[in-house]
């Protein structure tokens, strides 16, 4: 049985994506790449974030999520994810709407646009157990839609 790992994303099957590997055996992160070249504009207030695609999804256990994070060379080079942060939860994958397709959301603190090459590392997912409370009372049904 499948524990937790990555699938290409419906539609890039056929993209060359590569799938997320740590890079080291005492890494936490999966570095994710981006599917495709993108300009990220240099940050003007009120700019809104740029969705970069990964060509990825992503599949854990029930109890767990996976949390997309900055590479620790990303501000270096520029690149911050919007959120700061963010928690994908396991019935995101296979998404009717999106099939669970993993974009990552950033701004570009630089003070010139930056071109995001297709397979520049821009991100890392790690794998996480959660606990739940002991008067939680979610539904249990998967979700419908993002």
């Known amino acids: ?9 419906s539609g890039w099957e056929n993209k060359d994506i590569k799938l997320p590997r740590r890079e080291t055996a005492g890494a936490a992160g999966y570095d994710v790449a981006a599917a495709e070249d993108t300009l ?6 009120g700019q809104k974030p740029v969705l970069i695609p990964t060509g990825l999804k992503a599949y854990c256990q029930p109890d767990e999520c996976y949390l ?6 990303g501000p270096g080079r520029g690149i911050v994810l919007s959120n ?9 994958y296979n998404n009717p709407d999106n099939d669970g397709h993993i974009k990552v959301m950033v701004f570009n603190v ?3 646009d930056l071109l995001i090459k ?3 590392r821009i991100a890392q997912v790690v794998f996480q ?18």
């Open 1 to 9: 049985m499948k524990q937790r790992g990555f699938e290409i994303a």
């Open 40 to 45: 990220v504009p240099a940050f003007r207030p």
């Open 68 to 73: 997309l994070i900055n590479r620790s060379s």
């Open 84 to 92: 700061g942060i963010g928690l994908i939860d396991a019935d995101y």
């Open 110 to 112: 630089l003070d010139h």
């Open 118 to 120: 297709k397979g520049d």
């Open 129 to 146: 157990k959660f606990l739940k409370a002991d008067d939680d009372v979610a539904s249990g049904e998967r979700r419908s839609s993002y």
